[in-house]
């Protein structure tokens, strides 16, 4: 007679043993009385439901993007991640909650899980740059800044000297309203169009006293 004995790992315990697929045995010991021929056994193990482990997954700034692939799983289990970012708004990398460790720059991160884990995917907003022009007058922007957010709205008012009257917006926006509010949505360049104002004209009356 031959014993064996099957000693689980931990987070498992043991199911079953098996002979040549047929189940034999469910106690983890198992004493084979006779060998006849070759044969196998396979001890069958399942993992324990305190094996099961948390994955949170979360987005930074909420507003840039979206995290999946957070749940609860068993331990050793691949788990795929992906981080998708919003309008206006870029990946940047994955990081560790509480350590700040950068864990992956790719928005899809497959690995295996071991420990619960709490892992951020951090965004970041766009920026345009709005190049003005004016001749024979001036623009000036409000909020004035060198660069702009994705979604940021701003307010081009054009000024003309002195002689010269406003009269339209032309380049990467076409219109007429002075002062003009735009939503920055990509770099701009635009174009403030001025018209010398005409001289006055008189008319003179000219009569005679005889």
């Known amino acids: 007679a031959v ?8 987070n498992f315990s043991f199911a079953s043993w098996t002979k040549n697929g047929s189940l034999v045995s ?7 009385e006779s060998l ?15 094996s099961q482990i948390s994955l ?12 999946t692939g957070g749940g609860t799983y068993q331990v050793g289990t691949s788990v795929t991640i992906k981080a998708s970012p919003f309008l206006g708004h870029r990946f940047v990398n994955w990081t560790d909650q509480y350590s700040q460790n950068i864990i992956s720059s790719s928005t899809s991160y497959t690995f295996v899980l071991n420990t619960n884990k709490s892992l951020v995917a951090n ?18 922007k409000n909020p ?3 660069n702009y957010n994705h979604g940021t709205n701003l307010q081009l008012t054009a000024v003309p000297k002195e002689g010269y009257s406003f009269t339209s917006w032309s380049g990467d926006t076409i219109a ?7 939503k920055i949505l990509s770099n701009k360049k635009i174009t403030a169009n001025f018209t010398a104002i ?12 005889n």
């Open 3 to 10: 014993l064996i004995k099957a000693t689980p790992n931990n």
């Open 26 to 32: 469910l106690n983890p010991s198992y004493q084979i």
């Open 36 to 50: 006849t021929s070759n044969s196998l056994y396979v001890a069958n193990f399942n993992a324990n439901p305190l």
């Open 56 to 67: 949170t997954v979360s987005s930074n700034p909420i507003s840039g993007g979206t995290a």
């Open 123 to 140: 965004y970041s907003i766009d920026q345009y740059t709005i190049t003005t022009s004016a001749i024979n007058g001036s623009i000036t």
């Open 144 to 146: 004035d800044q060198l």
């Open 176 to 182: 007429t309203s002075n002062p003009l509010s735009i």
């Open 198 to 209: 005409p001289p006055a004209t008189y008319t003179i009356n000219i009569t005679s006293n």
